[in-house]
């Protein structure tokens, strides 16, 4: 952001305010027991303080243009913010009950990583066995892309049931009775088809070996759900409570991440149009206090070595500039908020106000 401080001259020339100073000083003005400032020198610092009110009101612009971004980002990392400090204090409570924090052997990355993959997998094979029925290219592409879709999903589906529906001792069982299942599914499929294309290779027709497609892609299918069944039924706890809360948890974190590195994004675009606008109405207020300065030491050149008003031991200050915006700060994090229930979810400034408000007085 940047203002047009210089666009036109703010205070007298040099020459006018030594002329003046010196007049003043003829004069006696200000007086010496007066600790009020002179007509001129006052003149000097309204000039001032007027380029730093218009510097102020050109800030707030620049701030409302941003706000309504930012203050969307706030809002929403703020409803994140408390959704999840809900849902961490009752996480902490179902881990109390069960005695126990979640067992999760497979990652939830992991889970969909293999579910991904066995759908990719399964689709070429499905193409390869629709093709050797002699089906038609469109119901080939059709048949395969359902079942790699619907099978996998069914599998993750089931083996989320089982996981947190069925009492455990079962579940181990029926996973104990599925495991050597799968590794069987995977040989007979794998042998299946390596005996079609030696057959096809061989007589460049399906002859007798249409039987064994039927049992090929059964094995294949068999597999793919199996294996997807599986990797979901490891990849949630026992407990069907305590693992909806871990995924909540786990959902509303990575939300959190992304909307506080966008508001920080946002924080760090406010802050640097509240230290440019800073920056130039300190100028201004530099420069202020280097006029008055020629002003003053002109006028004690004309007093003849009589003792300095009590009015300039007094510096120019700027009321606009002593209520400027604080640079403002990311809110902490939920985990805090947890122990502090009275934290807000909006960020502050240095003097804990609420962020993205420009009207303040």
């Keep these: 952001m940047r203002h047009k ?7 007298p020339d040099d020459e006018l305010i030594r002329k003046t100073g010196h007049e003043d000083g003829l004069a006696g003005l200000p007086a010496g027991s007066s600790y009020e400032a ?6 000097i610092i309204a000039a001032g303080e007027s380029k730093i009110s218009e510097i102020y009101a050109q800030t707030a612009q620049e701030l409302y ?4 971004r930012s203050s969307n980002l706030s809002n929403a990392y703020e409803s994140n913010q408390y959704r999840l400090k809900d849902v961490l204090v009752r996480y902490k409570n179902r881990k109390e009950v069960v005695g126990r924090d979640v067992v999760i052997p497979v990652p939830y990355f992991i889970h969909w990583l293999v579910v991904i993959m066995l759908a ?3 689709f070429p094979l499905n193409v390869v066995v629709f093709r050797m ?4 290219e469109l119901m080939t592409y059709v048949m395969s892309m359902t079942l790699s879709l619907t099978l996998p999903l069914i599998g993750v589906f089931l083996g989320l049931q089982i996981r947190t529906l069925v009492k455990p001792k079962i579940a181990t069982a029926i996973m104990i009775l599925l495991a050597p299942t799968t590794v069987l599914g995977a040989l007979t499929a794998l ?10 290779h061989a007589e460049h027709r399906l002859g007798g070996g249409s039987g064994n497609m039927v049992y090929a892609m059964f094995a294949i299918n068999l597999l793919i759900f ?4 599986m990797v979901s039924f490891f990849a949630h706890d026992q407990d069907s409570e305590l693992d909806a809360l871990h995924v909540a948890v786990v959902r509303l974190d990575k939300k959190r991440t992304k909307l506080r590195d966008k508001l920080s994004q946002a924080i760090s675009k406010t802050n640097a149009i509240i230290r440019a606008g800073r920056g130039e109405a300190e100028r201004v207020l530099s420069e202020t206090a280097a006029k008055i ?4 030491q002109a006028n004690m050149a004309s007093r003849g070595g009589t003792v300095a008003p009590s009015s300039f031991s007094r510096n120019p200050e700027s009321p606009t500039l002593k209520r400027w915006w604080s640079d403002l700060k990311i809110p902490d994090a939920a985990e805090s908020m947890a122990t502090n229930p009275a934290g807000s979810g909006k960020p502050t400034d240095g003097q804990g106000r609420t962020l993205f408000s420009t009207g303040r007085a």
């Design 133 to 136: 029925f002699g089906e038609p």
């Design 65 to 68: 243009r941003h706000e309504g």
């Design 226 to 229: 199996l294996g997807a069944y």
């Design 191 to 200: 042998s299946f088809i390596r005996n079609m294309y030696v057959t096809l």
């Design 120 to 122: 990719i997998g399964e």
């Design 293 to 296: 300065s020629i002003y003053r």
């Design 38 to 43: 002179g007509p001129f020198e006052r003149s």
């Design 5 to 11: 401080t210089l666009s036109r001259p703010i205070f």
